[in-house]
């Protein structure tokens, strides 16, 4: 599903990803984490272009990603993307917010959006917020409905930039439950998070990323029981230490 070959990066002088070679297979469910700064939200921003590459090649279902004429809207109407921060339109409701995309882009006509966006916020649980404003909702209940608005252009893969990070700890789960019950169903996922239990229950592979390179990739299994690389074991040894030690 997607192909990652050499891909280069540089902010000015910074190198913010280096020589990443990486295969997501159709159905895998992939999680990217890593240390602040480690390259990996670029990485998943160039996938649909929300950040461009000095050097490599991506491909999406077979096509380059980053071909100069390319048609980047159509392209970014096949992937599901949800952001850190919600990004919904204040001024829509949350039924609109589903289903604007869906009519400009995909051409839905508005009776077809609109079952399918009614049917997707049924099943995260947000049928009853159709008409509500994003403002009128919690930031959980707002990160279901940015879920749902990706889902209904139907795109066969979905990413997400640190989805539960913007959000206060007692929301963080119901968002985690819709994004379990998705790759329950097959869906291509790479998901960019510091939430390692979702990472440990759910992902097929979890790759470990510093100073923009991929440094190890592995099951959640040999990941968290069996690390390779000298940084992961720090890395894993950093996030578990205050538990050990009472501090939290």
Same mark, same amino acid.
């Given at each position: 599903?997607?192909?990652?070959?050499?891909?280069?990066?540089?902010?000015?002088?910074?190198?913010?990803?280096?020589?990443?070679?990486?295969?997501?297979?159709?159905?895998?469910?992939?999680?990217?984490?890593?240390?602040?700064?480690?390259?990996?939200?670029?990485?998943?921003?160039?996938?649909?272009?929300?950040?461009?590459?000095?050097?490599?090649?991506?491909?999406?279902?077979?096509?380059?990603?980053?071909?100069?004429?390319?048609?980047?809207?159509?392209?970014?109407?096949?992937?599901?993307?949800?952001?850190?921060?919600?990004?919904?339109?204040?001024?829509?409701?949350?039924? @609109?917010?589903? #289903?604007?995309?869906? =009519?400009?882009?995909?051409?839905?006509?508005?009776? $077809?959006?609109? &079952? +399918?966006?009614?049917?997707?916020?049924?099943?995260?649980?947000?049928?009853?917020?159709?008409?509500?404003?994003?403002?009128?909702?919690?930031?959980?209940?707002?990160?279901?409905?940015?879920?749902?608005?990706?889902?209904?252009?139907?795109?066969?893969?979905?990413?997400?930039?640190?989805?539960?990070?913007?959000?206060?700890?007692?929301?963080?789960?119901?968002?985690?439950?819709?994004?379990?019950?998705?790759?329950? @169903?097959?869906? #291509?996922?790479?998901? =960019?998070?510091?939430?390692?239990?979702?990472?440990? $229950?759910?992902? &097929? +592979?979890?790759?470990?990323?510093?100073?923009?390179?991929?440094?190890?990739?592995?099951?959640?299994?040999?990941?968290?029981?069996?690390?390779?690389?000298?940084?992961?074991?720090?890395?894993?040894?950093?996030?578990?230490?205050?538990?050990?030690?009472?501090?939290?």
């Amino acid at each position: 599903m997607i192909e990652l070959n050499n891909v280069n990066k540089w902010y000015g002088d910074y190198h913010a990803l280096v020589d990443v070679t990486e295969t997501i297979a159709s159905g895998e469910v992939v999680v990217v984490c890593g240390p602040s700064g480690s390259g990996k939200s670029t990485l998943i921003r160039t996938i649909n272009r929300l950040e461009e590459i000095q050097g490599g090649q991506i491909r999406l279902d077979g096509r380059d990603v980053h071909e100069p004429k390319l048609d980047v809207n159509q392209l970014r109407a096949g992937i599901g993307f949800v952001f850190q921060q919600f990004n919904l339109f204040p001024h829509l409701t949350v039924l @609109d917010n589903c #289903t604007l995309a869906a =009519v400009r882009l995909k051409k839905m006509t508005q009776s $077809e959006a609109r &079952d +399918r966006a009614m049917a997707l916020l049924e099943r995260v649980g947000l049928a009853h917020k159709a008409q509500a404003l994003p403002a009128q909702l919690s930031g959980g209940q707002q990160q279901r409905v940015a879920i749902a608005r990706a889902l209904t252009l139907k795109p066969p893969v979905m990413l997400l930039d640190e989805p539960t990070s913007a959000l206060d700890p007692e929301m963080v789960g119901e968002v985690l439950l819709v994004m379990r019950d998705l790759a329950r @169903d097959g869906m #291509t996922m790479v998901c =960019v998070t510091h939430e390692m239990g979702f990472a440990r $229950e759910v992902a &097929d +592979r979890v790759i470990f990323m510093d100073q923009g390179a991929v440094l190890e990739r592995a099951t959640p299994h040999e990941f968290f029981n069996h690390p390779q690389h000298p940084r992961t074991q720090k890395f894993l040894a950093d996030i578990r230490s205050p538990f050990e030690h009472g501090v939290a």
